[in-house]
Each structure stands twice: as C-alpha cells, then as structure tokens.
C-alpha cells in the first residue's frame, strides 16, 4: 500500500534537479547544491524507513525510504 504514494513524491527530486541548473551562478554551485539535496534526501528517507518505523519490513522500508528521499525535496522544488 506505501508503493501507492512512492511515485507521486518521486516527482520532487526529478523536478528539483531538473530545475536547478538554471538557478545556479555556476557548475561548483549546482553541484554543491544538488549533493546537499541528495544527502539530505537519503538522510530523511533513512530516518523514515529504518529508525522511526521499525515496525516495517522488506518492501515496506524502502517504499518508506523513497517517501522521505522525496519529501525532503519538496522545499527546494517548491522555490524552484
């Protein structure tokens, strides 16, 4: 049932990085920025998936991991 909602927040990572390049001033920032985001995003899918539901299993973790990796997106797609 989680899967339902993995696609749906998978489209904020796309659209933040899609739309990044053309906020950066340069290449270092955009690649600053984008590494911040990706491990801030596996930072909060970790958290949701494996620390504060144990009570998942298998699929169910990682359906719960790409929720949080696109959830933490959402902000910078927002401003994007």
Not at 15 to 34: D, K, Q, S, V
């Amino acid at each position: 049932m989680l899967w339902l909602g993995v696609p749906l927040v998978a489209l904020f990572p796309i659209y933040a990085h899609w739309r990044l390049p053309t906020h950066a001033e340069n290449r270092g920032a955009r690649w600053l920025t984008a590494g911040f985001l990706v491990l801030l995003g596996v930072g909060v899918g970790w958290a949701t998936g494996f620390r504060y539901f144990p009570v998942a299993e298998g699929a169910g973790r990682w359906a719960l991991f790409l929720i949080g990796f696109g959830v933490a997106h959402f902000p910078a797609a927002c401003v994007l």
